[in-house]
C-alpha cells in the first residue's frame, strides 16, 4: 500500500497519467451516444415489459422475471467481462464482443415489435417472456465490455474527467424521462421497439466511428487474476452502491412526494437524476482529490445520511433541499464507480473490474425487487437498509485498500 492509501494497480495508474497523455474525447462521446441509446432502450423495455405481459396473460410472471434478470446479470456480468478481456488480448480492442450483445439487442426489439402487430397462438406465447429475458442477457453482454473501454481512453487520474460526461449524459436521460415517456406512450409498443433497435444500432455506429481500438495506455500482457476475496469485495460494493440506487431513485420519491402532492414522484426521480448530471463537472475534481475508493465511500456516506434525513422532512423546502444533496451525492457515486472498478484491476482486467461491480448492481436489482413491495413508504425501512448497504461497503472498501 502507497503512503497516500492508493492501491499499488492505482498508484501505478496515476504514474502513468502523468505522462501527458490526453483524453480520447472523440472516442469518449462516442461511448457517450451509445450509453444514451442503451438508456432510451432500458427505459423502453421497462415500460412496456409489464403491458406486453399481461396482454399475453404472464401478468404474474413481471415480479418473478426481474429477479431472474438480476440474478443472471450477477453471474453474466463477470463472466462476460472475463471474456472481453480475453478477446482484448487476442485481437486488441472489445469491439467483437460489444457488436454482438448490440446486434442481437437489436435483433430481438425488431422481432418483438413485428410478433406484437401478430395474433399470436396461445402455444407460442411463451417465447415472448423468453424473448425478455435473451434481450436483457444481450444489453448484459456489451455493457460491461463498453465501459471498460474507459480505460483505454483516459488516463487514470483523468478517468473521473471522462465518467463525468456518461454521468451528464445518464443524468440527462433520466432527467427527461417523463417525457420520454410520453413520447414512448403515444408511439406504442410496437414502434416504441422499433425505434429502439434503430437507435440501439445508431448508437453503436456512432461508438465504432470513433475508433475505439485507439488506445492511450498500453495493456500489456494478461495477468494473474485477482484473488477470489478481492473480487467478492469488488462485487459487494457493487451490490451494496446498487441497493442504495434503487433505494433512492424506487422508495424514497413516494416518501418525498409526501411534501410535495402536486409533483408526480416520476419528476422528483427526475430532478435527482438531473441534478446529478449538473453536479458531474463540479464534483468531479474532488474524485481526484481524494482517492476513488473514498470518493465511493462518501458518495454512499451521503446517501445514507440523507435517508436518515428523510424522516425529519417536515415541509416543501426542507424536501427540496434533501432532494438537492441526494442528486449531488448520487452525481459523486456514478462519477467515482467506474474508476473505483477499474482502478481495483490490472489494466489488462478491466473488462473482469467493471463486470464484477455491475454484476454487484444487477444483484441488488433482483434483492430490490423482492423488498421494496415489502416496505412500500415506509421510510425507517428504507433508512435501515441504506445503513445496512453503506456497512458493508465501508468494510469491503476498507478490505480492499489494506490487501
Not at 41 to 63: N, R
Not at 161 to 174: D, E, Q
Amino acid at each position: 500500500m502507497s503512503k497516500s492509501g492508493q492501491s499499488p494497480i492505482s498508484a501505478s495508474f496515476t504514474m502513468q497519467s502523468s505522462l501527458g497523455q490526453k483524453i480520447l474525447w472523440r472516442q469518449v462521446w462516442g461511448l457517450a451516444a451509445l450509453l444514451a441509446a442503451s438508456i432510451f432502450c432500458w427505459m423502453a423495455y421497462g415500460f412496456y415489459q409489464p403491458k406486453i405481459l399481461q396482454m399475453i396473460g404472464f401478468v404474474h410472471l413481471a415480479s418473478t422475471l426481474d429477479i431472474l434478470q438480476g440474478l443472471m446479470g450477477a453471474i453474466a456480468e463477470p463472466c462476460i467481462g472475463l471474456i472481453s478481456d480475453r478477446i482484448m488480448q487476442r485481437v486488441g480492442h472489445r469491439l467483437p464482443i460489444i457488436t454482438v450483445g448490440i446486434t442481437i439487442a437489436g435483433l430481438i426489439f425488431v422481432t418483438v415489435s413485428l410478433l406484437l402487430e401478430q395474433a399470436l397462438p396461445a402455444s407460442i406465447l411463451w417465447f415472448v417472456p423468453v424473448l425478455m429475458m435473451l434481450w436483457v442477457l444481450a444489453m448484459i453482454v456489451f455493457r460491461g465490455p463498453a465501459i471498460a473501454l474507459l480505460m483505454q481512453f483516459a488516463p487514470a487520474a483523468e478517468l473521473p474527467k471522462a465518467t463525468s460526461i456518461l454521468v451528464f449524459i445518464f443524468g440527462l436521460v433520466g432527467a427527461i424521462g417523463p417525457l420520454l415517456g410520453k413520447l414512448i406512450q403515444l408511439l406504442g409498443a410496437s414502434l416504441t421497439f422499433l425505434l429502439g433497435a434503430i437507435v440501439l444500432v445508431v448508437g453503436g455506429l456512432l461508438l465504432r466511428s470513433t475508433h475505439p481500438q485507439h488506445s492511450i495506455i498500453p495493456i500489456g500482457d494478461a495477468q494473474k487474476l485477482p484473488s477470489l476475496s478481492r473480487c467478492s469485495l469488488i462485487f459487494a460494493v457493487g451490490l451494496c452502491a446498487g441497493l442504495q440506487a434503487n433505494l433512492l431513485l424506487r422508495h424514497f420519491p413516494p416518501i418525498l412526494q409526501f411534501h410535495l402532492p402536486n409533483i408526480g414522484t416520476e419528476y422528483i426521480t427526475a430532478s435527482i437524476l438531473f441534478i446529478s448530471a449538473i453536479a458531474a463537472l463540479p464534483v468531479e475534481p474532488l474524485t481526484v482529490k481524494i482517492d476513488f475508493n473514498r470518493a465511493v465511500l462518501v458518495s454512499l456516506a451521503a446517501i445514507a445520511g440523507l435517508m436518515g434525513l428523510t424522516i425529519f422532512a417536515n415541509n416543501s423546502i426542507f424536501t427540496i433541499l434533501l432532494i438537492l444533496a441526494f442528486g449531488i451525492a448520487f452525481g459523486l457515486l456514478f462519477i467515482a464507480q467506474v474508476p473505483f472498478a477499474l482502478g481495483t484491476v490490472a489494466p489488462s482486467q478491466a473488462g473482469l473490474g467493471t463486470g464484477l461491480y455491475f454484476g454487484g448492481m444487477s444483484l441488488a436489482g433482483a434483492i430490490a425487487s423482492i423488498i421494496l413491495p415489502q416496505i412500500a413508504r415506509n421510510a425507517a425501512t428504507g433508512v435501515l437498509w441504506g445503513a445496512i448497504a453503506f456497512t458493508i461497503a465501508a468494510l469491503s472498501l476498507a478490505k480492499i485498500r489494506h490487501q
